[in-house]
């Protein structure tokens, strides 16, 4: 019987996150105030998120305690599986070995949930009583929903039009859990119905809907605000992906050769690569690391590596990252979760270091893949996980062409049991390829505030 | 850290399944052919399942091995976990333990893929091309769509008319892995056409999907047919759940005092029970064992032991049986799946030995029940599976009364991610229950053929 699972039991849950802070060859850039434009500090942040957060944006200890209670419901599908996809190798008649870790098998059904637990955690013990967030497909939706009903949290989710009008059972999984959901731009903020005015029929976007949950938590006092993405912290939460994946490739006793994730605001792609990144640094491993981006969206391979605002408001800190401009508009991609202006501040700071590449897809070749992918290895990723396996399909044919073997490992972040639709669209030829949108594009960064 | 994990590693699958029959303390009742009424033999069926199935339907070995090509597509998600439901535990503030073997991680989304590779694998290997099924739900429907696309068979699936209208995504699961889908009654049968002539807005059910698909493979013979449950040869690929359960209560240090399953045809409720009936009949175990049904559909605890067509065009053989009349259409109830006028001859026949109880759940328990798992566990249930956790929380309520420790087992099934739009009407209070159709129920007991 050939090996395809590599499992580790419970009580090989990590103990700590992995903060590659400290280990970074070049510090991050500051964060700047919105009003003052000078680098934020703890104060600043405090009406939106619990100190023990704001702690770990900046924290400079490589190792950081997860707490026993988030543990404890880790333990709910952590560790979370990782697969050798020999199916998919045949298929693809590759001397490539293609390994995935599947975060999908959280209840929630992504990567979320590991972030979405530790915020609720952290906010009921520091006496919140109300979240507000984003969502765009609503994968981040449901798990912060679900992580609020596990400690008693009220939780509020503005979900991109876009995304509620495509996906409305990502919201009855959200309000399943006691969770309250609009579309946004919505009339309850003050962002949502400037945006409205202006644009009546506006898609929405995870920037406008970052400010109407922002808004909303600024002005209620027991009311805080969880990111799902692209912060430190968040990023933080996600490293048990790719502590886990250390230990059970050293189980399949193979080492990557390259390391994929699909990049919107960059979480499960940081959770999948900044352990591995860290070994990297320290000469420990010599990984090409690839982040893959929709073509539609495409901040790390065409935006410009500037401060931006994280929404569209500018109700935010301003980050360095790499941005399209935070005024900027995707086209209704199915791949909700990845319809960000921005980037993580800390991928955008490895691309710009060469610790990884950057690639784009188009929406077709992603839904290719995604089909091809679920024929073989019966699961349906989600659309954003279909760019990572656009790119390992590239990787494998070309060392097919090469006839080299070399090891692939990635991220499949989610399942797409609430993306089928897309799937139904795609397969009766109603889904389209977009082109580069150049000129909004253009108009959003000439917006931008000239900072350093 | 509390253990709710019992997990077991890849090697653990089982080697055999468990087959009850030869240690039935009597036998099951012939099957009998639909024309002659005599005893059925293997010839009688060879135009709907290759040799193989046919000879298992039948055979007096208590462990037959499980092919090496179906173990290593098992191996994509078994063994499946088996969790102690500790937050629902506290939820109900019941002493009892409540553990649950989930089988929603199958990349179909249930237990059904458990018998859908080893019957594309049987189907495969006799030279069938295409496989005609129906399915409720599209549980049955999504698995044997990829164990056929697994195996390089076609597939045709005739879905219940009101599942079809009301689980789109689960067709478009099936179409993505490359099944035909009709929606049934359809116009492309004789059984289709004479239901659809005289009720052209019958909302279907299993037994007239059933009699669709049977049709279909009677008269092609590049075509076999598939059947998702009611069969022993089906619910004996399901007995790697409960084999696997053994094990992992051995882990958890326990054993169960009460083992609880939902039943529609019986599929899912034998893959658990059956390896702990072997051990009841052998004095090695006194679980008390509950099979709980649908009240608007309730053949065990409403029907008659009867013998009765397993279709509703009276195309199949008769089989012995707990049935509401073959010509019976249920309420459309979410849990498609449940729909069936009969009952697995094999459960019926333990039913009648004693070994084991039957109880009915209203629609609204049974939701209610669902969003209390979901809102304690994160994992939103099937409907179908609501049902059994209904009896579960029955059950802990009851211990909690008494101040008696008991532990429960009980098989979810598989997951509600297709189910949404049900969960979405429970919550906006459009589901509703349905009184016991005494007068149906009556009229088509009334029609059936009398015999033994």
Chains 1, 2 share one sequence.
């Not at 045949?90 to 590991?114: C, M, Q, W």
């Not at 119905?193 to 006092?221: H, M, Y």
């Not at 209704?332 to 610790?355: D, E, K, Q, T, W």
């Amino acid at each position: 019987m050939e090996h395809i699972q590599f499992n580790l039991a419970q009580d090989r849950i990590p103990h700590t996150w992995y903060n590659i802070l400290p280990d970074l060859p070049r510090p991050l850039s500051p964060t700047l105030h919105p009003a003052t434009l000078n680098p934020i500090g703890p104060g600043d942040l405090a009406a939106l998120f619990p100190h023990n957060l704001i702690q770990q944006e900046v924290s400079m200890d490589r190792e950081i305690e997860i707490p026993g209670e988030v543990r404890q419901i880790y333990a709910q599908w952590r560790p979370s599986p990782l697969f050798r996809a020999r199916r998919l190798e045949r298929a693809l008649d590759t001397p490539a070995r293609i390994f995935y870790k599947y975060e999908g098998v959280s209840p929630a059904g992504s990567h979320k949930l590991n972030t979405a637990v530790a915020q609720a955690y952290y906010n009921k013990r520091e006496g919140t009583k109300r979240l507000a967030t984003e969502t765009g497909a609503g994968q981040w939706g449901s798990a912060l929903a679900m992580a609020c009903r596990f400690f008693g949290l009220k939780c509020k989710v503005y979900m991109v039009r876009v995304s509620y009008d495509q996906k409305p059972y990502r919201r009855g999984m959200m309000e399943t859990f006691g969770a309250t959901v609009s579309a946004s731009p919505s009339d309850e903020t003050d962002a949502g119905r400037a945006i409205l005015e202006r644009t009546p029929q506006s898609p929405g976007s995870l920037g406008i809907a970052i400010s109407e949950a922002v808004e909303v938590a600024a002005k209620d006092p027991e009311t805080k605000y969880a990111l799902g993405s692209v912060l430190n912290h968040v990023l933080l939460h996600q490293t048990v992906v790719g502590l886990e994946a250390i230990e059970q490739m050293a189980l399949a006793d193979d080492e990557p050769d390259v390391i994929i994730g699909c990049t919107g605001g960059g979480s499960n792609f940081a959770g999948l690569v900044l352990p591995y990144l860290g070994r990297k640094i320290k000469g420990r491993s010599r990984a090409k690391v690839v982040a893959v981006e929709p073509a539609a969206c495409p901040s790390l391979t065409k935006g410009k590596f500037t401060y931006d605002f994280g929404d569209t408001a500018r109700l935010t800190p301003l980050a360095k990252m790499h941005t399209l401009g935070s005024t900027f508009v995707p086209p209704g991609i199915h791949a909700g979760g990845l319809r960000y202006h921005g980037m993580a501040p800390l991928i955008s700071h490895v691309l710009n270091l060469g610790l990884i590449e950057a690639r784009s897809v188009q929406q077709l070749e992603a839904f290719a893949a995604g089909v091809q992918f679920a024929r073989a290895e019966g699961i349906v990723p989600a659309p954003e996980a279909n760019h990572a396996i656009a790119e390992v399909i590239r990787e494998a044919l070309l060392a097919r062409e090469e006839g080299k073997q070399r090891t692939i490992l990635f991220n499949l972040s989610g399942h797409g049991h609430f993306d089928m639709q897309a799937y139904i669209d795609y397969e009766s030829g109603k889904l389209q390829n977009y082109d580069y949108p150049a000129a909004e594009i253009a108009m959003a960064l000439a917006g931008l505030p000239a900072i350093g």
